[in-house]
């Protein structure tokens, strides 16, 4: 196996400094962000998304940030070709793929493979975890249970404990009124099947999560939160893209729905309950090597290993 295969993903619950942790590695590393997030994709939402700042970018390449005006389509499908470009273009000049984000079903996708010709959206995958969500928890087993009645021959090749395909799964049937069982998922790219993925998330404590979270919300507002969603309603009034967290909310608030109070309360609840669902993908993946921001050494020593052990004929 050649070193172009290694891909590194760096994750993590919103709020939980993923981001800046991956831009120290990649300048350790050589290495140029992916970003795995369903928002930042688009162009003109920025203080609503935390995009990283115009320093951040000089420092260390991004790729998938900024790339569709705010009314166009992004599906899992989508991301998974454009990311599977990018990371190979980036391995064909010597560069480390790094993969950034917390929205893991796209993860899970690009590993794994997508239906072609079904385009699930964040906002389908959300509104299904929102759906079969109870105590802030996924309940597995009604969402196994669902799809075992609508299409018995997906559940049997589907374990009750397998979030990532259940909600595609459920995502199909409800808004493609397709059963999965007869579609066939596709690989984007050889390299897909070949690549070598070291991944980490970011271990961070659920009080410290939330102070983040508070933090975050609080600076969204004073920086224009409320003013930047007001002209892109203005200017792409039908949307999906601003149905996210944050925008979805000062809309509410500017048509006299949320008072100043709730809206910043809102932000933060569902801001919470959507990194207690990011947390339990996580958790569902042995893959993962948890790290926090001190953990710089440690992950450029493990990488650099790997790489001196697939560069080293046998």
Same mark, same amino acid.
């Given at each position: ?43 003109? *939402?920025?203080?609503?998304?935390? $995009? /990283? %700042?115009?320093?951040?970018? =000089? !420092? #260390? ?6 790339? +569709? ?103 199909? *049937?409800?808004?493609?009124?397709? $059963? /999965? %069982?007869?579609?066939?998922? =596709? !690989? #984007? ?6 690549? +070598? ?103 450029? *020593?493990?990488?650099?290993?790997? $790489? ?7």
């Amino acid at each position: 196996m050649k070193s172009r295969h290694l891909t590194l993903a760096i994750l993590g619950p919103t709020a939980s400094g993923k981001s800046a942790f991956a831009i120290e590695v990649a300048a350790r590393l050589g290495g140029e962000i992916v970003c795995l997030d369903s928002s930042t994709v688009y162009r003109e *939402l920025d203080i609503g998304t935390s $995009k /990283p %700042s115009r320093e951040e970018r =000089e !420092r #260390v390449r991004h790729h998938l940030l900024d790339v +569709l005006n705010p009314d166009e389509n992004f599906s899992a499908y989508h991301f998974v070709e454009q990311a599977e470009s990018s990371i190979t273009e980036i391995a064909s000049r010597g560069k480390l793929p790094i993969v950034v984000g917390g929205t893991y079903f796209y993860l899970r996708a690009l590993q794994h493979g997508m239906y072609q010709n079904v385009f699930v959206s964040a906002v389908e995958i959300e509104a299904i975890e929102n759906e079969y969500t109870i105590d802030e928890t996924l309940d597995g087993e009604k969402m196994y249970a669902n799809l075992k009645s609508q299409d018995p021959a997906a559940a049997e090749k589907i374990h009750p404990n397998d979030r990532y395909r259940l909600v595609r799964a459920l995502a199909i *049937l409800k808004h493609y009124k397709q $059963k /999965p %069982s007869e579609l066939k998922p =596709e !690989r #984007v790219s050889p390299e897909q099947s070949s690549r +070598l993925w070291m991944k980490y998330a970011m271990a961070v404590s659920r009080r410290v999560l939330t102070n983040n979270i508070t933090r975050r919300t609080e600076t969204m507002l004073m920086t224009g939160l409320v003013d930047e969603a007001r002209a892109l309603l203005q200017k792409y009034p039908k949307t999906r893209s601003l149905s996210c967290i944050g925008y979805n909310e000062a809309a509410r608030f500017l048509s006299k729905e949320l008072t100043d109070k709730q809206l910043r309360n809102e932000i933060i609840e569902k801001t919470r309950r959507l990194a207690k669902r990011q947390i339990t993908w996580l958790r569902s993946d042995p893959e993962i090597r948890y790290v926090d921001s001190r953990d710089l050494d440690r992950v450029a *020593l493990e990488v650099e290993n790997l $790489k001196y052990a697939l560069e080293t004929p046998p």
